[in-house]
């Protein structure tokens, strides 16, 4: 049995855990879901020895106990598997598996022959075949991830945790995870997802604990749950998945017509049209190139064929600087490097792409104005802070992702592209910024969604493209777009 | 049973550098080649003899830097470390009236006094944290002013015998047809020796692989349990210690101590390393790759009079070579980004 009994954790007057209790038996395949701030991370932290619990014992096999330090979290098995993986990316797959042995047993000397074996017979264990000499860098995700759990098992892993093992995998590989991790069930060692995407985790759990707030709100076998009661669990809100996609007006002009765009080894032959007022969605699994299309609408890889035109007017799409003056805003899918200036005020983010607009004579910037519209877009777009001049890091991933939304919305683009609109955000700001999405949409803007998320793509897109091997393989419109329809066409 | 192919089949190349060792041989062979035909006088046994004696001192230096590069780091204060640990050794045999035939007193010592200084660039990298570079910048202008006030600024041109002596132990001394002796210093041994051990310790020992793991990532090294701060203060002290060996080498083949000498040339050598395929962004590098570095910068360095080229423009020649040596290594990163992006997803 492995878990934690009545455990709380505070941190300065906030209280991260309370009374939580989650148990694990030898072989289980368990997830641990729950938002953003949920207490999820600092009840991993609490099993890999990382933060000491104010009250509550943590249980290890046989073993009750008040606290752990991180040597003797492993020593006693238990292995968490961040998101980066912990890897070196210049040594080889050998060693990246087996330097950690050779560190426990304190050698002075590396002997790569015994390394490569070492190595070889923990992948062997997992099933899974690697070339052992290539460096960690260049081989796929997947397969690092792959190396990380061969490197757990090595050191003797009994409770294995996986913090959102499948954000960034294809299906083949999720199902290559899931194939490595009843393998590890068969070994008896305890898997723990640790997620808030959902979908594919609750095809290999078998039971859940889901926290809110701190407190443990629902548990038990996953079979007695389906999305709506996890999310209930999760959000406390009853949030129902309703399309909000609005009507088009059928006489509404091409704001942005796409044709025949190619670029070697990402896209071919790409072509669409969208309407001022309706809602485009783009979908397809990681590596179809989805992302490389919307990158391109924005000047980031370069279109090697075929034109893109604004309002009739051919762009010529050099950057995103040319993107920005043809009128084409862009939400990046990774806010915290591309879409925020985190360390900057709110303010400054919000106005960061607007700043031509607010310039008086001699390139001065009219301070008022900009205050003005600042407070403006704070409240319309319901970003919780006190104070604009807060740095964006002072914000939750939903406030940043409005931040972001506000910057472009602040230059009043004809095209809006938002790729993953509300990745790492909560359910209940998802669909607050998925309603600004169709206000926007309302009033005359083009806009396009490239997401993975399928309940998403279906909740508000009038139009779907599927994207396959970079190509559009499929489109839906309005009443065909399910999500089983959706499905079906990924996985053909 | 087999679930996966690698994405790439080139076994270990960047860990071994191979590509560019083989560019410098290449290099190497055709820059000789237009040197020669450009000047005759060039094709003699003399010319690799006294190409691999300019190159001794500046290899024990830029293997030492290799170590620091590998893991991520850089030092710029090798040179006046080398030049203190030297010119104090001398200082110090001469007013204890040690001038003695030993070889071993004043290189244990130039060691000692080499590894006291590394370990104040040790205890600001690894005690405190600070940033390399300007680390070894500060103690750079540190090590020179105290070497300046306290120790001595005068030229000395009577070293211990040992060291006079050393200047001139040849290994081979051949005749050549143009009447010239074409001598190789026996210092090449204790050189290739050394270059051998500290190949075998990058990798084959834990504390090797562990500066290599800390050049690519400082954080998981850490996680995988490895001590980075006891590892990175060890580097630093070492390379104190081996520029000490190449301080006082360096008095004894000149046959003088000077203080003020060394100065500047961190340029070269960090030129050198870098052609050699270290990465100076850490985790990559070989002492094949080094050695191979410091032979062409030196073959340039000696011969661009011989095509016509003056003296003066030796210094802008070798900051260019550093340049293609860290540009090379960005474009070959860009491309590597841009593979990644590529669509892998086959047909299912």
């Known amino acids: 049995m492995f878990g934690t009994d009545g455990i709380s954790k505070a941190f300065g007057g906030a209280k991260a855990l309370s009374n939580v209790s989650f148990q694990v038996t030898p072989g289980d395949i368990h997830c641990l879901a729950g938002e953003n701030g949920s207490g999820k991370s600092t009840l991993i932290k609490i099993m890999s020895g990382v933060e000491t619990p104010d009250s509550g014992t943590i249980i290890l096999g046989e073993e009750r106990l008040k606290s752990l330090t991180p040597r003797e979290a492993v020593a006693k098995g238990v292995q968490v598997i961040f998101q980066d993986f912990s890897l070196i990316p210049n040594l080889s797959v050998a060693e990246n598996i087996a330097l950690s042995t050779d560190l426990l047993e304190k050698r002075k000397f590396v002997n790569p022959a015994r390394n490569r074996e070492v190595a070889a017979k923990a992948l062997d264990l997992i099933g899974v075949d690697l070339d052992l000499d290539a460096t960690v860098q260049s081989i796929p995700v997947s397969s690092k991830q792959l190396v990380a759990i061969a490197r757990a098992l090595n050191q003797g892993v009994k409770l294995l945790f996986m913090d959102e093992a499948t954000t960034a995998l294809t299906r083949k590989e999720i199902d290559q995870l899931f194939s490595v991790v009843r393998s590890l069930k068969e070994k008896g060692v305890a898997t723990v997802f640790v997620s808030h995407k959902l979908d594919e985790v609750q095809e290999i759990a078998e039971s859940i604990t889901i926290l809110r707030n701190g407190v443990v709100t629902a548990e038990g076998p996953i079979a007695d749950f389906d999305r709506k009661a996890i999310s209930l669990a999760m959000t406390g809100l009853d949030v129902t998945e309703v399309r909000l996609a609005p009507e088009v007006p059928s006489d509404t002009a091409t704001v942005l017509e796409v044709s025949n765009i190619s670029s070697k080894g990402r896209f071919k032959n790409v072509s669409f049209s969208v309407k001022a007022g309706e809602i485009l969605g783009i979908t397809g699994l990681l590596g179809s190139g989805r992302n490389e299309i919307a990158e391109a609408l924005f000047g980031m890889t370069a279109i090697e064929s075929g034109e893109v035109s604004v309002k009739g007017t051919p762009i010529a799409l050099k950057g995103p600087r040319s993107a920005v003056s043809a009128g084409i805003g862009y939400v990046p899918q990774d806010r915290l490097t591309q879409g925020l200036f985190l360390n900057q005020s709110i303010r400054r983010n919000v106005m960061a792409s607007a700043i031509e607009r607010f310039l008086g004579a001699a390139g001065f910037i009219k301070g008022a104005e900009i205050n003005d519209t600042v407070n403006t877009w704070v409240t319309d777009l319901k970003i919780k802070t006190d104070n604009p001049d807060n740095p964006a890091t002072s914000l939750s ?93 990924l996985a053909a | ?288 790759g080094t050695i191979l570095g410091v032979l062409l910068i030196n073959l340039i360095k000696d011969n661009l009079i011989l095509l016509g080229i003056p003296g003066s423009w030796q210094r802008a020649a070798i900051g260019l070579m550093l340049l293609i040596g860290v540009m090379s290594q960005a474009i070959a990163d860009k491309r590597r980004a841009k593979q990644a992006t590529v669509i892998e997803e086959d047909a299912s």
């Open chain 2, 1 to 288: 049973m087999s679930y996966i192919t690698p994405l790439s089949k080139r076994k270990g190349l960047q860990l071994f550098g191979s590509p560019n060792e083989i560019f410098l041989i290449i290099a190497i062979a055709v820059l000789s080649l237009v040197i020669g035909f450009t000047n005759s006088v060039f094709f003699s046994i003399a010319t690799p003899f006294d190409l691999l004696r300019s190159s001794l001192i500046e290899i024990l230096f830029a293997l030492g830097l290799l170590i620091v590069l590998v893991s991520g780091g850089i030092d710029i204060s090798f040179p006046i470390v080398g030049i203190f640990a030297g010119y104090t050794t001398v200082v110090i045999m001469l007013n204890l009236g040690l001038d003695t035939y030993s070889l071993w007193i004043p290189l244990v010592l130039a060691a000692i006094v080499g590894a006291i200084l590394g370990s104040v660039n040790a205890l600001l990298i690894a005690g405190f944290g600070l940033p390399t570079l300007i680390a070894t910048l500060g103690t750079t202008g540190m090590f020179r002013g105290f070497l300046l006030s306290y120790i001595g600024s005068v030229y000395i041109a009577n070293i211990p015998l040992g060291l006079d002596e050393f200047s001139t132990a040849d290994l081979i001394s051949i005749q050549t047809g143009s009447g010239t002796l074409a001598r190789l210093h026996v210092l090449v041994i204790p050189v290739l020796i050394l270059a051998i051990a500290i190949a075998f310790m990058m990798r084959r020992t834990m504390f090797g692989r562990t500066i290599f793991a800390i050049g690519g990532n400082e954080e998981s090294a850490r996680r995988m349990g490895m001590n980075v701060r006891w590892t990175k203060a060890r580097i630093y002290m070492l390379v104190g210690a081996l520029s000490g060996v190449a301080g006082i080498l360096y008095i004894s083949l000149q046959r003088k101590a000077d203080p003020y000498d060394l100065a500047g040339t961190e340029l070269e050598i960090i030129a050198a390393v870098v052609l050699g395929g270290a990465s100076i962004m850490g985790g990559y590098g070989t002492v094949t």
């Open chain 1, 397 to 489: 991933g939903g406030n940043q992702q409005r931040v972001v939304l506000a910057k472009w919305l602040a230059m009043s683009p004809s095209v809006l592209i938002l790729n993953g609109p509300t990745v790492g955000v909560d359910i209940g700001s998802k669909r607050e910024i998925l309603e600004i999405i169709r206000d926007k949409a309302l009033e005359g803007m083009a806009i396009v969604i490239v997401s993975d998320d399928i309940p998403e793509i279906v909740q508000i897109a009038h139009r779907v493209l599927v994207v396959h091997q970079g190509e559009v393989s499929a489109e839906l419109t309005d009443t065909a777009i399910t999500e089983s329809s959706l499905y079906k066409e």
